[in-house]
């Protein structure tokens, strides 16, 4: 039995280990008494979310107050992520060292952390940009330019980012998170190429393209290629490169609307969502096929990685699937990973003010174990200031570790292109050379790791703005294809680019007398007016209401709406299957006993949100 | 599937208790051949994973979840460790919280301060003869699937408040009744032997018809009444899921059934027999003696003081109980004053104090070394073992007060403990049941008249008390399904009845939807508390066709609403909201009182559920016609 244990914290490696000895032994425990994995751990000054897997298990810790379904949703989908871009969890494992996957999970938990609020932790949201202050129009053009991509027919879908926000997508929102790590993963390359004085960023044209393979299930490729919108015309790849304006395509922000026919109301996502969103599982709870992700490589062997971490649990019971490989060494099918993770989502932390004071968790406690959140979601190679040697160290390592990942200058005459391929090879070669010492995998085997379909993430970047695209793994050798897709876009990004850097990026007005928060559960995308630097002690009442309101909806499938009420608040949450909203009235409350009293100004909440949300685009009648 | 045990430091399982379905399962897997080494070897890496995490990581496990949705809730009071599972979904991780401080608390009113000691509880716990475990295991589980089945049934033990029966003339006759009556008589009888009736109640099902406490009483606490409400029903079980027709009470009134306690529940019964596994409970127990007291013990400011607990049923539902103070029963309080020093002691030498400032805040050494001298002299003269005391204590002695002895220091720590053990013991020696001498009680002659004195005067009326605890109050309201008002400051409550099976008396009818009504209204008060937990005092839910309300508030003793404040959210792993466990209104009150300490201070709540096509204005009217209402009858006094 082998464990690897890797984690992110500062806790001191022996704590570490007692830790993960303890938590796998009784997980183990556990989930034999219940024959079933255990999914949640509470202790009495954090909570962990579970995954065990067959032979892994993940354990992801976080403060007490993040209500349980957010913290296994952020489990679930760093696990989805780390498959996104490593494929088939075991066949990683066997790749690459301790320190190289401890990089990997590192930088994706920063990614999924660095929503700019607490709100998007609770709900694991997209981060947008603001629409409201966006001209239509520029939305308009960017699903444009995606539809524009996809007349080539190895392209299957994309989104257009700036700055780390979401303008444009035509994929699942579980997808599109995904495909957005690279996007600022390559960003902060980029500007440390900058930075280094080569050219600066705000001056000249900065233009690149990369492309990295990927992993993706079965079932979010079936509707890439199989969008339910007229799939009859999909079916056929080699299609006219013109298309008549009639969209054959999967867009989130246009779906089916020609262009010349554009309703205000379908330009606004959070009131249409297009019917071929209706049958993509991309809700935030849904489950994620875990049984994809974790398919067994072919072998197991001769991973030098395993062979020397021995069995730290006491509580193990010796494995019958021990067994002996042909060099001797005595190596087990069980592995246990885990990653204890911690997080704490502090939302000031670069402004340093300590918010929390309420006493009552011991915050203090674990603050040194804890990984502060980026105030900023998009400089993602800060998040972690804290711990700037490890934070170099992804730097670092970067390169080293992307040894698939190909980031190409655009005037860089393809030769990196050249040099990215041959390590592409060299890597698959590497792979089969530690396939061969097992006989050929048994057809079952066969058939889990052919499950994740390796597929290739183009990226194009003009300063700020990327135009992220799924395609065909033909598509790198397809030079005509790449050329076509890169001068049919160029102009329409710059042009967007521009528009974009010029539109004033939220001047949110003067905040209003009241607080809310719109949760738009489809399109996993949040609209609210919590603002991420400064929170008042009405945002953080808010902030306390809505986890509360929020883990009892996501408890209670028939629950409507909820009035919570203390001294100092009264919280309206309400939701349908589409959405939630919450909404305060600021103020202080007139005088109340608590005692029924329909005077009570906590009763009228539903009107006014009703009345003043109206405005924020939110329809709650 | 449902589990709960007690442990040890040392792993060893202390008391357990299963379902037949989850026997069943561990059986499957392990198939050992006594049950007990299964529940061993199944826990114990779980028990010794706790200590270690709590012993390196100063933080320990409160609960486990699984993707089959089996829920484990730990707790640890002080060296004990309580674990309860369910895997049928029953009970939520809250539910197993509230049943682990349910155990608790019903393990302090059998064994009072002998759960101070870790070694003396596994002693009380787990008696070396197996005949004598036996019988205090089922007792125990018996104990444990009563509060169980009154907690999914009754709403008295849903909000944990007693429900009092609604019938000023009747109740204040009762009362007269037992003061000039009953009480005074038993207690100016020579063949009361020493004891001395304190309280008297009556008890029609689960609910309060009349209480009575003496003058010299000290006050019986709501938590307390609640978990004698439990040991009665537990002897003299309620057929709540049973319809209750009238033949069947008229059938049963022959007055010496009433000194043969009723056999167990027959789901019980069927349920031990599942275990024969277990060889201990193929065991009969001696069919208990009729007329003997259970001992109890009740909080009072200074420490749990022994009484003695008389059932005597005047018919089927219908209970008259005494309590009574037992001889000896000051020694408690001198046992309770010097536990509490050395506790005291202890912890200011765990802090590293020294010297004089590990005794800052206590009397002077001298003085209570005397006084202990002096108690120790008196109780080796009581017919009790003290031999280990003395030792103890001269142990002590010359360790914290000789010249060769380590003074007060850390060193002192181990004598310091064993002396703690040994006070308990004494204590034990002259309160625990089974020490106590099996003769001591009211004479029988005293108790039959007793009852018969309470049978003759409610004659007339026990068919009327017994459809009245039925139909204790109605509602007029239109579009209201259900509400209950609860008193905290007295810990009572009101409400409609709500029982499902029963034929003919409720107010929602039978069927389905009362079944489902009755499932809203338990997960109502759960939120509600849940909520009121993290500090929220009012709560509107709409909730499918439905519109639920929850208010907490505070008001002075002429009815003027006081302002609301800022209640505290209380941590994940504290004691569940309620009276019977920790009493979680008690602490609110007397929060609350601080700032209103001119004043006495009362808190009521009130939970609503109405149909959600009623406009909420509306609704909320009638919540607040609906506290003015009741408002009136909780003033009526009950003494």
Redesign the interface.
């Known amino acids: 039995m082998s464990m690897t244990v890797f984690v992110l914290l500062q806790t001191p490696i022996d704590?570490q280990e007692?830790?993960c000895g303890?938590l796998a032994?009784?997980?183990r425990?556990?989930?034999?008494?219940?024959?079933?994995?255990?999914?949640?751990?509470?202790?009495?000054?954090?909570k962990y979310a579970v995954r065990m897997k067959d032979k892994f298990l993940w354990a992801l810790s976080c403060v007490?107050d993040i209500p349980d379904v957010s913290v296994c949703d952020l489990l679930d989908q760093l696990i989805a992520l780390f498959c996104f871009y490593n494929g088939p969890v075991r066949q990683s494992y066997q790749l690459y060292s301790k320190q190289e996957l401890a990089l990997r999970w590192a930088r994706y938990l920063c990614h999924l952390q660095g929503g700019s609020t607490e709100l998007h932790h609770i709900f694991s949201c997209l981060r947008t940009i603001d629409s409201t202050h966006i001209d239509p129009l520029l939305l308009l053009k960017a699903a444009l330019i995606l539809q524009a991509c996809q007349r080539c027919p190895l392209v299957l879908a994309g989104c257009i980012l700036y700055r780390g926000r979401v303008v444009s997508t035509q994929m699942p929102p579980a997808l599109t998170v995904k495909v957005m790590v690279y996007e600022t993963q390559t960003y902060s390359q980029d500007f440390q190429v900058t930075a280094n004085g080569l050219s600066s960023l705000v001056g000249s044209p900065f233009s690149s393209t990369a492309t990295t393979q990927v992993f993706l299930m079965p079932t979010e490729l079936h509707m890439l290629r199989c969008p339910p919108v007229d799939r009859a015309c999909r079916s056929h790849c080699n299609q006219p490169p013109c298309q008549p304006s009639r969209s054959r395509l999967l867009s989130r922000t246009l779906s089916d609307t020609p262009t010349t026919d554009t309703d205000s109301s379908s330009l606004d996502p959070t009131h249409c969502p297009p019917p071929s969103y209706k049958t993509v599982p991309s809700s935030p709870r849904s489950s994620l096929s875990d049984e994809l992700c974790f398919s067994p490589s072919p072998s197991r062997v001769n991973t030098p990685i395993h062979s020397n971490l021995m069995n730290q649990s006491e509580?193990f019971t010796p494995d019958s699937h021990v067994h002996s490989t042909s060099n001797g060494t005595n190596l087990c099918a069980v592995e246990e990973h885990l990653a204890g993770l911690n997080i704490k989502q502090d939302i000031d932390a670069n402004s340093g003010s300590e918010t929390k004071s309420?006493g009552?968790?011991s915050d203090q406690d674990i603050q040194s174990e804890e990984i502060k959140a980026p105030a900023n979601g998009y400089e993602q190679s800060n998040c972690l200031d804290n711990h700037s040697d490890l934070d170099s160290q992804i730097k670092s390592e970067e390169n080293k570790l992307d040894a698939n990942n190909h980031v190409t200058n655009k005037n860089g005459n393809g030769e990196t292109e050249e040099e990215a391929k041959t390590k592409s090879k060299q890597i698959n070669r590497k792979l089969k050379e530690k396939n061969e010492p097992t006989n050929t995998p048994s057809p079952h085997e066969t058939l889990e790791d052919t499950s994740l379909v390796p597929l290739v993430l183009y990226q194009h970047r003009v300063k700020g703005l990327v135009l992220a695209l799924l395609v065909e793994p033909e598509f790198i050798t397809d030079h005509s294809a790449r050329e076509e897709v890169h001068h049919s876009s160029l102009a329409s990004l710059n042009g967007l680019e521009a528009h974009l850097r010029n539109t004033s990026p939220g001047t949110p007005g003067p905040p209003g007398p009241y607080t809310f928060a719109h949760y738009d559960c489809i399109q996993n995308t949040l609209t609210t007016n919590v603002c991420g630097r400064s929170v008042g002690p009405q945002d953080q009442a808010f902030v306390?209401?809505t986890k509360?309101v929020h883990s009892?909806f996501s408890r209670?499938d028939?629950?409507?709406?909820?009035?919570?009420?203390?001294?100092?608040s009264?919280v309206y949450g309400t939701r349908t299957t589409a959405q939630e909203t919450y909404f305060l009235q600021q103020g202080t409350p007139v005088?109340?006993?608590?005692?029924?009293?329909?005077q009570?100004s906590?009763?009228s909440l539903?009107r006014k949100a009703r009345l003043r949300l109206l405005k924020h685009g939110v329809n709650l009648l | 599937m449902k589990c709960l045990l007690l442990a040890n430091e040392s792993a060893e399982v202390l008391f357990y208790w299963t379902d037949t379905e989850f026997e069943q399962r561990v059986q499957e897997q392990y198939g050992l051949p006594a049950f007990e080494d299964s529940i061993n070897t199944l826990f114990a890496p779980i028990i010794i994973s706790c200590s270690t995490m709590v012993d390196r990581l100063g933080d320990n496990y409160t609960s486990f979840s699984t993707e089959n949705n089996h829920i484990y809730v730990l707790h640890q009071f002080e060296e004990c460790l309580y674990i309860a599972v369910n895997g049928d979904g029953d009970e939520t991780e809250e539910d197993l919280k509230r049943k682990i401080f349910v155990m608790k608390k019903l393990t302090e009113i059998m064994f009072g301060m002998v759960t101070f000691s870790g070694a003396l509880l596994r002693k009380e716990l787990r008696p070396q003869d197996t005949e004598q475990r036996n019988r205090l295991w089922k007792k125990l589980r018996s104990l444990l699937e009563t509060y169980s089945r009154l907690r999914e049934n009754d709403q008295s033990f849903l909000v944990e408040a007693v429900e009092r029966l609604i019938h000023p003339t009747l109740c204040e006759q009762c009362i007269e009744f037992l003061e000039r009556r009953l009480v005074q008589q038993i207690n100016s009888n020579m063949d009361r032997m020493g004891e001395e009736v304190l309280h008297a109640f009556i008890l029609v099902h689960t609910k309060l018809l009349a209480f009575y406490s003496s003058r010299n009483a000290s006050n019986l606490y709501s938590s307390d009444l609640l978990a004698l409400i439990i040991l009665v029903q537990d002897l003299y079980p309620s057929k709540i899921n049973l319809d209750e027709t009238s033949e069947e009470l008229e059938s049963s009134s022959v007055p010496e059934v009433f000194y043969t306690p009723e056999p167990s529940p027959p789901e019980r019964e069927s349920g031990d027999k599942n275990m024969a596994e277990d060889s201990l409970q193929t065991l009969e127990a001696p069919t208990p003696d009729p007329s003997a007291p259970s001992r109890v013990f009740l909080e009072s400011k200074e420490c749990p003081m022994p009484h003695s607990m008389y059932c005597l049923p005047l018919w089927p539902g219908i209970t008259l109980v005494l309590l009574t103070k037992i001889p000896n029963s000051h020694v408690a309080t001198s046992v309770c004053y010097f536990l509490e020093a050395f506790v005291k002691l202890e912890k200011r030498l765990c802090e590293g104090h020294e010297g004089a400032a590990a005794m800052r805040g206590q009397p002077s050494v001298q003085e209570q070394r005397s006084r202990l001298e002096k108690l120790i002299k008196t109780w080796a003269g009581m017919d009790i073992q003290t031999s280990q005391l003395q030792n103890a204590w001269t142990d002590f002695k010359n360790k914290a007060f000789s010249r060769s002895g380590s003074g007060f220091t850390r060193d002192l720590l181990p004598s310091c403990r064993n002396m703690k053990t040994q006070l308990c013991g004494v204590y034990r020696q002259f309160f625990a049941a089974e020490c106590m001498g099996s003769s001591q009680r009211l004479a029988p002659h005293l108790q039959e008249r007793a009852l018969s004195m309470v049978q003759e005067k409610l004659m007339d009326w026990k068919d009327f008390l017994l459809v009245k605890s039925k139909r204790n109050i109605t509602m007029e309201f239109p579009g209201l399904i259900h509400f209950i008002y609860v008193d905290r400051s007295n810990g009572q409550m009101i409400a409609p009845s709500l029982n499902v099976t029963d034929r003919t008396v409720s107010e929602l009818g039978k069927g389905p939807l009362a079944d489902f009504i009755k499932k809203k209204v338990w997960s109502l008060v759960a939120t509600a508390q849940r909520y009121l937990q993290k500090g929220y005092a009012t709560v509107t839910l709409r909730d499918g066709d439905y519109f639920y309300c929850y208010f907490l508030w505070f008001e002075n003793e002429t009815g003027y609403k006081l302002e609301v404040i800022d209640i505290p959210s209380s941590p994940d792993d504290g004691a569940p909201v309620g009276m019977l466990t920790c009493d979680y209104y008690r602490k609110l009150l007397r929060y609350y009182s601080k700032k209103h300490q001119n004043e006495v201070v009362k808190c009521y709540e009130l939970f609503t559920v109405h149909l959600g096509v009623i406009p909420n204005e509306y609704i909320l009217q009638h919540c607040s016609q609906l506290a003015r209402k009741l408002w009136e009858p909780t003033r009526i006094p009950l003494l």
């Open positions: 704590q007692l830790l303890q032994g009784v997980c425990c556990v989930s034999e008494l219940s024959s079933s994995p255990v999914r949640l751990l509470h202790l009495r000054k954090s007490v509580y309420n009552l968790n306390k209401a509360l009892h209670l028939t629950l409507q709406e909820a009035i919570v009420r203390n001294a100092s009264a005088r109340n006993s608590g005692s029924p009293d329909p009570d906590a009763f539903p």
